[in-house]
């Protein structure tokens, strides 16, 4: 079975200062692995996914995030934090060596990202 | 506006009652999901659709449960005689089909559902 991993319920920092969330996943085959933010009373918003190739993925509102296979993680992480960017962020993964690939997502519980100005 | 939508956003029932919830999705995405979401929780998947075809269900939709897309287009997911442990957000997705489960899931705004 796949499980996520977010360690953190929530993260604290200072605008203008780089900002990092963590993730960690396990899947018994090779992971698609996907960033969402959650605002308050409003749907998943998709950030970026990890499907394969360059480890580093870039994404919406300057937002990326690295693969790394021997450590199963993919940390979230943006050079200069904006108030804006407080939410809840959540990491999810896909197992593509099971049901062919078209399962759901398996998600983590999510961290709360607090910018302060 | 053409992203995901539902309706209705918010529902409040009385434990008991049958309630029905739908779901639009993006145009001419093929695949549609349902997941719930409970407090401080991260959405947990129920089913999918593959254009009118449901092709898996979670273990968590229990036999009270059941979702249709009877032609493909819109879903509705029906939760019969509701409990208070079904208090929950109630997500869709839509995605494109694409090879090899790389295709991406774009959420509507949810429907918060209350059991009393």
């Known amino acids: 079975a796949q499980s996520v991993a977010q360690p953190e319920d929530q993260v604290n920092v200072a605008e203008g200062n780089p900002l990092t969330v963590k993730c960690t996943y396990s899947?018994?085959?090779?992971?698609?692995l996907f960033w969402y933010v959650q605002y308050p009373n409003r749907g998943l918003q998709f950030l970026l996914k990890?499907?394969?190739?360059?480890?580093l993925v870039k994404g919406s509102y300057g937002f990326e995030a690295e693969f790394n296979k021997s450590q199963t993680s993919f940390h979230l992480k943006k050079p200069s934090a904006l108030v804006s960017d407080s939410a809840l962020y959540f990491c999810?993964?896909?197992?593509?060596?099971?049901?062919?690939?078209?399962?759901?997502?398996?998600f983590g519980k999510g961290t709360h990202l607090i910018i302060q100005p | 506006d053409t992203g995901v939508s539902q309706d209705p956003r918010h529902k409040i029932t009385k434990r008991g009652q049958n309630v029905t919830f739908r779901c639009d999705p993006i145009?001419?995405?093929?695949?549609l999901y349902w997941y719930r979401q409970t407090l401080g929780q991260g959405p947990e998947f129920l089913t999918y659709?593959?254009?009118?075809?449901?092709?898996?269900k979670s273990r968590l939709l229990s036999d009270r449960f059941s979702a249709e897309r009877p032609k493909g287009s819109f879903s509705t997911l029906e939760i019969q005689r509701t409990e208070q442990g079904d208090s929950a957000m109630y997500l869709c997705?839509?995605?494109?089909?694409?090879?090899?489960?790389?295709?991406?899931?774009?959420f509507g705004p949810g429907t918060r559902l209350t059991v009393l």
């Open positions: 997705a839509s995605s494109a089909v694409a090879g090899g489960g790389t295709d991406t899931q774009y």
């Open positions: 999810a993964v896909r197992d593509i060596s099971s049901g062919g690939g078209a399962d759901g997502l398996t």
């Open positions: 145009s001419e995405h093929n695949r």
């Open positions: 659709f593959q254009n009118e075809a449901q092709l898996e």
């Open positions: 899947v018994s085959g090779n992971p698609y």
């Open positions: 990890y499907i394969t190739g360059d480890n």
